[in-house]
């Protein structure tokens, strides 16, 4: 249930962090509000997760969760390159990932 709540946790990351973009500095209401909402909620889940899963081990998940989905919704929403160098570096913290969740004991 852990790594559940982890995943989720991870998702609020990345909507936290395209919510800035669209923040403009914090100087909209509602996608600020909605920003804030998600970095709470990702904060709360990561430190429930954090109960039974190891500090590293959780916190390195949560934040290639972020990074991942962030670089591909960069890719899709705002066009940002999406060059090999890019993709590799990003299947490269995926597998980073599938690592740590593999060796967690």
């Known amino acids: 249930m852990a790594w559940v709540v982890l995943v989720i946790a991870g998702l609020f990351e990345v909507g936290w962090a395209i919510g800035l ?6 100087s909209r209401l509602w ?39 962030t670089v591909i919704l960069g890719i899709v929403l705002f066009q ?7 993709l590799v570096c990003v299947g490269l913290i995926l597998a980073g990932i599938v690592g740590l969740k593999l060796t967690h004991a």
């Open 21 to 26: 973009k669209y923040t403009e500095g914090f």
């Open 31 to 69: 996608p600020s509000v909605g920003t804030i909402t998600a970095m709470v909620v990702s904060v709360v889940l990561l430190g429930w997760a954090m109960r039974t899963l190891p500090v590293g081990t959780a916190y390195a998940v949560w934040t290639g969760i972020g990074a991942i989905g």
């Open 80 to 86: 940002e390159p999406a060059t090999v160098a890019r």
